[in-house]
């Protein structure tokens, strides 16, 4: 019991960790170079987010052409295709109204009683085809990150990742993968992609990340959320679920750190803090419960393949094995 209750205090002090780590984030010059730049991309209509993820669906940020070269200081990679947009043009055009009193609101009339009018220039809005391109597909001044990929390994990686798949609640799978992306919990096929080629710290990170979003945020599932549970925003469920990787990680002692309070930070701003308060009990319990399911299939892994653990002291799986 004793052990029990070590590992429970010692992930409260972890998931407690993470709005400090937060904080100073955000008080960083990194976050604020990060802040400035993010502020200069288009936010662009629904119809056109749609558009972008037609052609091209792993696209992050987009400019035109000149923006990239004289806002970022990035040219276009020669032969990259841009993706097709519809952009706002407007045009000037010049037309005779009634010239109406400025107190009544009523045509002036002249000597004769006739209706003045006046020229008066309007502008109209038409739309025009545009090409944009996404980050990937430019070079030259790199832009500010918050996320990084990861490095390093994780020891007794491939039982590590064994555990990982039989303590999950959908099957995870391997795959190349394009952009940036590390990997996405599938809700209609009810499954778990990871981005091949990563560091194995990189990789471990990514799967426990998206199994808090299938133990969370699997709509299709039964669970006992609440009904405010379920409409949480997207930027809630990615602060839940990269926490509870950030958690489960220092946990058994691989570190995230930094990225992780990045990646929070990237996904959520200002609202980062509050969010992360309301779910901190939320993340602790997830986490807890990932770590016992990993523990003992684990220890199922071992037994299996007859492998000798040797302990200087029974405190917590991370310091048994790494």
Sequence with gaps: MAEKQNNKDRLKEITASIEDGIKELFQSDNYAQYLQTMSRF????VNNQVLIHMQKPDATLVADFNKWKN??????????????IIAPTPFKKKIEQEKLDPDTQLPVLDADGKVVTEEKTIQILMYRPVAVFDVSQTEGKPLPQLVHDLAGNVAN????????????????????????????????HQDIAIRKDMSEVQTVSAVIHEMGHALLHNRTKETEQTAEQEKLSRNTEEVQAESISYAVCAYYGIATGENSFGYIASWSKDKTLPELRESLEIINKTAGGLI???????????????????????????????
């Design 292 to 322: 016992n399911d990993i523990d003992r299939h684990y220890a199922e892994i071992l037994k299996e393949h007859e492998v000798e653990l040797i302990a200087s002291e029974p405190a917590g799986m991370d310091e048994r094995l790494f």
């Design 157 to 188: 990686y491939e039982m590590f990742m064994e555990a990982l798949r039989r303590s999950s609640p959908v099957p995870i799978s391997i795959e190349v993968m394009n952009g940036k992306m590390d990997g996405y919990f599938d809700l209609e």
């Design 71 to 84: 806002q970022f200081g990035r040219d276009v990679v020669k032969g990259e295709h841009g993706i097709k």
């Design 42 to 45: 288009h936010r662009y209509s």
